[in-house]
């Protein structure tokens, strides 16, 4: 997604007609290495598969430190939202 520009053969070019579950898109809303808009034109373009969730004042390093539970809280919410955890229901 951030480094397009090096992949001239489009080996990592997504299908999105061919992705047939849900997709979820987080970005942090002060991320300089995939910004924020490319995440909300990947969740678009995944169609009403895409759930796009920013974390504001996060940058690319959601995963960790400070922003890690709100990352898990947001994949949380969407699998039970999906029916992909253990227990939810649709």
């Known amino acids: 997604m951030s480094l397009w520009c090096l992949d001239p ?3 990592a070019r997504v299908d999105f007609d061919a992705v047939d579950a849900p997709v979820l898109v987080v970005t942090g ?3 300089k290495c995939t910004v924020p ?3 909300r034109v ?4 995944d169609g009403s598969r895409g759930t796009y ?3 504001v004042g996060s940058d ?4 960790v ?3 890690m539970p709100r990352t898990l809280a947001a994949i949380d919410t969407w699998a039970h939202d999906n029916a992909l955890a253990p227990g939810a229901h649709a």
């Open 9 to 11: 053969r489009q080996n």
């Open 29 to 31: 809303s002060e991320d």
């Open 37 to 39: 808009r490319i995440g």
């Open 42 to 45: 990947t969740a678009k373009k």
């Open 53 to 55: 969730v920013e974390l």
């Open 60 to 63: 690319h390093i959601m995963t």
């Open 65 to 67: 430190g400070t922003f």
